[in-house]
């Protein structure tokens, strides 16, 4: 794995990108790293002065999806997608990874010297927007359970939610969602700011901590 980031990172550099240094975890099976661009308008808040590309190796849990890929050009010019064909993850399984990494990831935020990411507020919209998807398929509630355990045994560091059972790690996320006020600001910057949903499509927070709660409690019935 160390191999195969150094020659991912070799490559990107060959084509001319401005990298910042890595951050690996769990034996370079995961790394993220920023890539510089030049704006020509003045960034707003919401958006990151790079881009962030995470990098991820693990077995898919469902098998993967064929799906297009097309820019907002291309819709804007009833040109088909640029990108015709590409492996993705089925949207199933991307929810119950984004409920368990809010799991451990919102309470880690507590903890002194840690890493402080204000877009983890993208999992709790993304979720309202695949509540419907997830609640529909049999498999969601086993897929949660694995990508917890997952999460447990490879990046779980915080003691206090360390060996919790997954409903009381569910459950304790959603109580700090709750009671700060500091999400709920996250999120409309976000949202607001960043979706290209029409306006008043897009859930607001209350509506999608809603939804959130609403697939946690469907998590109950295999715990």
Known sequence: MSAFKTEFIKSLTKAEFQLSAPKARDNNRYFTL????????????????????EIK??????????????????????????????ACMD???????????????????????????????????????????????GRFIQLVAKSMQIDNDTVVKNKSIYGLSNTEKLDNMLTILEYSSEYRWEYDQFVKSVSYAPAGAEPDFDKALDALKRLVHITRAKY
């Open 34 to 53: 920023d890539i510089a661009y030049n704006t020509l308008f003045d960034l707003h808040d919401a958006l990151r002065p790079h881009i962030k590309l």
């Open 57 to 86: 190796v693990s077995k898919s849990q469902l098998p993967i999806q064929e799906m297009p890929v097309g820019s907002f050009l291309a819709k804007l010019a009833n040109q088909p997608p640029e990108v015709k064909c590409i």
């Open 91 to 137: 949207p199933v399984e991307t929810a119950a990874d984004k409920l368990s990494a809010l799991a451990w990831r919102i309470p880690n935020r507590a903890i002194p010297n840690q890493s402080n990411d204000p877009t983890l507020v993208r999992h709790i919209h993304d979720l309202a927007v695949l509540e419907k998807l997830a609640t529909e398929d």
